[in-house]
């Protein structure tokens, strides 16, 4: 069974960091993972991918600002999250696309406001 837990989500300063973690169960070491984000009245988007080789890919508004990186010892992927504007502001979704199906957790809210 897939079960997919995110957790670091705070009110944080414009400027300031972040960092998002995601913990994975059920899930092949193979498994694409990303992280996803959906603010009021948008459309969820994707933020950032890592795939199965490691290669990543980010969405334009947050390159060079934010990282997603994977430990799969502890099965958990990651997003740093620095220089946050308060654009960013969204509930953010651990997600992994496997044997065809996508799996996503319950979100967790990430508020940059001053």
């Known amino acids: 069974q897939v079960q997919l837990v995110e957790s670091g989500g705070s009110l944080v300063q414009p400027g300031g960091s972040l960092k998002l973690s995601c913990a994975a169960s059920g899930i092949f070491s193979s498994t694409a993972m990303g992280w996803y984000r959906q603010a009021p009245g948008k459309q969820r988007e994707l933020v950032a991918r890592?795939?199965?080789?490691?290669?990543?890919n980010y969405a334009d508004s947050v390159k060079g600002r934010f990282t997603i990186s994977r430990d799969y010892v502890k099965n958990t992927v990651y997003l740093q999250m620095n220089s946050l504007k308060p654009e960013d502001t969204a509930v953010y979704y651990c997600?992994?696309?496997?044997?065809?199906?996508?799996?996503w957790g319950k979100g967790t809210l990430v508020t940059v406001s001053s």
């Open positions: 890592i795939s199965r080789g490691g290669s990543t």
């Open positions: 997600n992994a696309f496997q044997f065809g199906v996508d799996y």
